[in-house]
Structures are given as structure tokens and as C-alpha cells.
């Protein structure tokens, strides 16, 4: 299927025609078409187009409205026709856009409503959207959001700390160029070689525009822009972090209005109000010549993405993988150079050569990390519009509401022993005893139970999990971190690497050890019902609870099938408290597959 998709920014617009079948892997889209329209001023534009090479000429549009409307005549010019959806970049989807929306006209009215938090770009997104609606009238137009991909954030990450009722009136952080920190990080790890579930990665988009984003085992985590585009990184022409209290200090000092000020810290900001231009290439060669501004300004971008490393390095609590995409990101070789220097201590070191010889021919996914180093560094395409297309392809090819009934099974705390903790904890060679069985097929509650020590409090009586595994887990929820006053990341079961310890005592000794976790929900499946239903092991899927009188639909879900497993989705105690349920209920999957974790 032939897809459109417009990138509307504040100055360029861009578009690109993929042939894309419904359900097919991202590597499978093939893009055949690409333009750009950027540089507006009073004698007209520039007009790049061309797969590779590049064709710059000039074109007559003095603003994003008239080039938007010539896009129909380029695409005829270059004999693009039968296109059968249109996806449309949209900046901001507040709280509400998780994934791809079709663009109906109540779709709109939302994205519109939006604009306060996004005012350089919705405005200019929905542009492109009333023009393309008008040109392909029969087609579907999709929207996809950049804050989607970090819907996924936690609260803490997401809460500022501020009164309640600012809270209430919906201040958040939000983040944004989700679609490209989603893509560049999926492209990382097929270069890698590792599944993204795998890896923690720091992505730095560096474009007009910029962010860092802390994505966990393929979920972001933290991104440095906030409610809306202006919080985070030095960018082209705003701010990113400055104190808040400039605000009053502008207004009573110098008599600046709110608008005035806000107006410069989006506008005459960032490498602009540093050195009076916001074009990287510019501020560099200046720097070159001598420039002492310019000097400033660079030593400044790269020390703000250096510190976003260390934050989002500890945040994850350890790095594999650092990404650079974005103009500057992709192409300035001395950018990646400042930010990375200095950052040996963690493992995190480029290779000089490596580094000035980075081609982005194709989907090219460059690795310039030194040899031996820890941390893989990559440059990549910021290929944002092949992820909308995708996206798009994907929305598409969802089957319509395939349904399926699972029982949902809630966990409370346990804990999964080794032979080595046992030992300890009930005296060498103890064999704990088989009370009740679980419904998976050999696993059984012990009769013995542990107590959990934390520096807050112990948490007594913990039921004990069989048969013995190679390595110690302890289950708990997040209200039990506080009852403990242990910090537990989420996690699936088994990926223990960089956890908490914490002590367990028994009747014959104490144990330290690592492993503690509020566990991901999931869903055990066994393979033919996985079969029946078209789900993969690996994926992820929306349950949507029926019966509980409060309606709740539980997102990522990870399903895991294997041969013998008795299909169940388990959640933890808190989740179940939240969908007020107390035992075994039955639960809906909606078949909803996130891409992120094909
Ligand atoms: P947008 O966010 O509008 O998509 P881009 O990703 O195209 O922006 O990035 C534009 C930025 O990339 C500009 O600051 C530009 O100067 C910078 N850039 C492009 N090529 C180079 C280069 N060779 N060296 C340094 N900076 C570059």
C-alpha cells in the first residue's frame, strides 16, 4: 500500500511517499519519494528532493501555507500517485493519544485543543491535515503524536512538583519527537544485534529542535523535553531548562509581559539568542574562526547533553547504548566529539575515525564507539516519517477487535529462592516443602515462608515459590517498596541485572542478594492458543477488564508463550486493587499489538 506522510514543522515541511504493506516489519517500507520545503523568506524557498542524492532548487512558496498546498502538484510532477493514506506528523497528543489516531473531525477538535501546549507546532501540523483532507478526500489521514512513545513514562518522571490544582489542571511533563526516539532506538538493536527488551539506551535528537530520552528495555522512560517543547536541551532557537523564576524576575526587573518572554524563550533563544543564529553550521564554522559567542555556545549545547547523559545514565541505572540522530546529531562529527568527551569514567568512549567517517547511506545505523568500550555509540537517520508510515501501515492492518477471554490471576509478594539462599536461609541442604500447586504446570507454593528487611520495615510471612531457580527473585509491589524503603524498578521476570538487594530471613540465617522487582504484568499463553489467536511471544497487547464495574484497560502488556504454559495474565496486588479485583476474573485482550516490541 502507497502512503503519504507530511511533517509539518514550525520551518520545513517535509514529505515522503513509502510502499508499505499492512502488518510488514519496519525494514520492510520502502521509501519512494521524498521532499522538503525549508528556508522561507520573501523570494521564495528551497526544494530538496531525491533518494539518495539530494536535489536542491528554489521554489516560489513564501510560507509553510502555500508550499503545503503545492505538495499535490510536486508528488504529480514526480508521477507519485495512488496514494491510500495519509499520515500526518502531530506534535502534541496530550494525555490522551497512545498510539495512531484516524484524523475525524472530532480527532481534529482534540489536536486543536491542544495548541496552547504546543503553539509553534499543532497550529502548523493541522494545516497540512485541512489541505490534504481536501486533496484526498477519500482516503484515511492518521495522526501520529511525537509525545505517544513516552505515554509510557512513569509518574515521577511526569509529575512536576507543583500545587495540586495545577496538577489537577492537567501541568505534566509530556515529552516529544517520540516517533523518532521510538524508531532510532528499534534501529539501534537490529544493528545491535539485541532485542530492545535488552537494552537501556539515552537517544539524543539533535535538529532544530532537541531532545535526550532514557529508553528502558524498549519503553521510554524519561525525555528531557517536558509539557511543552521548550523544556531540556539547548536547541536552534529556544531555550531548553531555565530557571522558572526568570519569569517573575523579567516581569518586575525589566517589565516584560508573559507572552513577550515566552515569545523569546521559543523564538530568540538557544544558538540564536547566543550567537544571533540558530543553524549549528553557521555557529561551528564561526567558532572556527574565532569566534568567542559562538565558542560559548557550543561548549554550552554540549555540556547541557553531557549532564542528560550522566541524569538518564543513573536514572536507568547503567548505559548500553547512546544514540545520535537529528541534523547535528548525524552530521557534525565535533558535536558527538564535546558531548562524549569526558565520559570515559562510565564506559563511554568514541573512536576518532570511526566517528569522522559516518555515512548514513540507506538506513545506514553507523557504530563509532572505540574499540572495547562498554557503551555502543550509533548514528542514525532521524527517519521519523518511515515510522509514520508505519505506524499508519500498522493502524491499518490491525484486526478488527479479535477478542479473546483470559483469567487474570493476581500475585501477591513471593519470592522465587536459589539453592545458595535456601541454604542460608533454612540450613545447608534444606529442601522446602511442596504445599499447594500452581496452575502452571510443576510450580507449587512452599510450606516455609521468608521475612523481607528493608531499612523502612519487614514485610513477614512471604510465601516461597518452587521448584529452586539459578538466581533469587524477589516479587513485590510498589507498596511494598515503601513498606520496605526500597526503590524496585519494574521488571519482567528474570531480568534482574542491575536490581536492589535486599535481605530475606529465615529460621536458620539471613541472605543479601539482588533481584527484587515489582513484576511486569504478563500473560503466560501456551502455544496453540497463542496460535488460535495470532500472538507471538514477545509482543505486547491491551487487556481491557470486563465485570470489575470499573472499567480498565491494562496497556503492554508482554505475552509469553511457551509449549506447556496454562494461559494467564498475572498482574500484582496493586494493580488488582486499582481494578478492584480480589481473586480470578476474566479479562479481554483486544488484540492491540505495540509495535515497539515486535
Ligand atoms: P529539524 O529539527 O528542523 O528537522 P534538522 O534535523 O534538519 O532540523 O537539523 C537542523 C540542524 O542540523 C541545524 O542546526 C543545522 O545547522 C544542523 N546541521 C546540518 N548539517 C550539519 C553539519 N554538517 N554540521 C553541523 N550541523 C549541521
Known amino acids: 500500500m502507497r502512503i503519504l506522510v507530511l ?8 514529505f515522503g511517499v513509502f510502499d508499505i504493506e499492512p502488518n510488514a516489519a519496519l525494514s520492510e517500507a520502502r521509501q519512494v519519494f521524498k521532499g522538503n520545503f525549508s528556508r522561507f523568506g520573501p523570494e521564495g524557498c528551497d526544494y530538496t528532493t531525491g533518494i539518495p542524492d539530494r536535489h536542491v532548487t528554489r521554489a516560489p512558496y513564501i510560507s509553510l501555507a502555500e508550499a503545503t498546498d503545492a505538495v499535490p502538484l510536486a508528488l504529480e510532477k514526480a508521477g507519485m500517485d495512488g496514494i491510500e493514506a495519509v499520515g500526518h506528523r502531530i506534535a502534541h497528543g496530550g494525555s490522551k493519544f497512545a498510539q495512531a489516531a484516524e484524523l475525524t473531525d472530532q480527532v481534529i477538535e482534540e489536536i486543536r485543543s491542544l495548541t496552547a501546549l504546543a503553539p509553534m507546532h499543532n497550529p502548523a501540523n493541522l494545516q497540512a491535515v485541512e489541505v490534504a483532507r481536501r486533496v484526498w478526500p477519500y482516503v484515511s489521514h492518521w495522526a501520529v503524536f511525537d509525545t505517544s512513545f513516552h505515554l509510557a513514562n512513569p509518574a515521577r518522571a511526569t509529575t512536576y512538583a507543583v500545587p495540586k490544582i495545577w496538577r489537577d489542571a492537567g501541568l505534566r511533563r509530556f515529552g516529544f519527537h517520540g516517533t523518532s526516539h521510538k524508531y532510532v532506538a528499534h534501529r539501534a538493536a537490529e544493528e545491535l544485534g539485541q532485542p530492545l527488551r535488552d537494552l537501556r539506551i539515552i537517544s539524543l535528537h539533535l535538529g532544530n529542535g532537541a531532545s535526550a530520552c ?5 519503553e521510554s522512560m524519561d525525555s528531557s523535553m517536558g509539557m511543552t517543547a521548550l523544556e531540556g536541551l539547548v536547541m536552534g532557537t529556544r531555550s531548553g531548562d531555565v530557571d522558572p523564576g526568570l519569569f517573575g524576575y523579567l516581569s518586575r526587573q525589566i517589565g516584560l509581559s508573559i507572552p513577550q518572554i515566552e515569545d523569546a524563550l521559543y523564538c530568540d533563544s538557544g544558538l540564536q539568542g547566543l550567537t544571533g543564529s540558530s543553524d549549528m553550521r553557521d555557529v561551528e564554522d564561526r567558532a572556527a574562526a574565532g569566534d568567542p559567542d559562538a565558542q560559548l555556545a557550543i561548549n554550552i549545547y554540549a555540556y547541557r547533553a553531557r549532564k542528560y547523559i550522566g541524569a538518564y545514565a543513573a536514572a536507568m541505572g547503567g548505559l548500553d547504548a547512546l ?17 562524549c568527551d569526558g565520559l570515559e569514567f562510565f564506559g563511554l568512549k568514541i573512536d576518532h575515525d570511526r ?35 508505519h505506524e499508519v501501515a500498522t493502524a491499518l492492518g490491525a484486526p478488527a ?13 513471593h519470592v522465587h529462592l536459589s539453592r ?23 510450580h507449587w507454593a512452599a510450606r516455609e515462608r521468608v521475612t523481607l528487611h528493608g531499612p523502612k520495615g519487614d514485610i513477614a510471612h512471604v510465601a516461597i515459590l518452587g521448584p529452586l531457580r539459578s538466581r533469587t527473585q524477589i516479587e513485590i509491589s510498589r507498596t511494598d517498596s515503601f513498606a520496605l524503603g526500597i526503590d524496585a524498578p519494574v521488571r519482567q521476570s528474570g531480568a534482574l541485572d542491575g536490581t536492589p538487594t535486599i535481605r530475606l530471613n529465615g529460621p536458620a540465617g539471613s541472605f543479601d542478594t539482588d533481584g527484587l522487582i515489582i513484576a511486569a504484568r504478563h500473560i503466560h499463553m501456551s502455544s496453540d492458543d497463542a496460535r488460535q489467536n495470532g500472538l507471538r511471544d514477545g509482543e505486547t497487547v491491551n487487556v481491557a477488564l470486563n465485570d470489575t464495574g470499573r472499567g480498565l484497560t491494562f496497556s503492554n502488556v508482554l505475552v509469553r508463550v511457551a509449549d506447556n504454559a496454562f494461559t494467564e495474565m498475572h498482574i500484582d496486588t496493586d494493580e488488582a486493587n486499582a481494578s478492584g479485583i480480589s481473586s480470578v476474573i476474566e ?12
Open 7 to 14: 511533517n509539518a514543522g514550525s520551518s520545513s515541511l517535509k
Open 214 to 218: 532514557a529508553i528502558a528495555r524498549g
Open 323 to 339: 544514540i545520535f540522530t537529528g541534523g547535528i546529531g548525524e552530521n557534525s562529527p565535533s558535536m558527538r566529539r564535546r558531548i
Open 355 to 389: 566517528n569522522m567517517a559516518v555515512t548514513l547511506e540507506g538506513r545506514s545505523a553507523t557504530q563509532i564507539q572505540a574499540y572495547g568500550a562498554r557503551v555502543n555509540v550509533i548514528v542514525t537517520e532521524a527517519a521519523e516519517q518511515l515510522m509514520i508510515a
Open 401 to 413: 477487535k479479535q477478542q479473546m477471554s483470559i483469567p487474570i490471576a493476581v500475585s501477591a509478594r
Open 420 to 442: 545458595a539462599a535456601v541454604d542460608a536461609l533454612f540450613g545447608p541442604g534444606y529442601e522446602l516443602t511442596p504445599d499447594k500447586p500452581l496452575r502452571q504446570k510443576g
Open 587 to 598: 479479562g479481554e485482550i483486544n488484540g492491540a499489538v505495540v509495535l515497539q516490541h515486535r
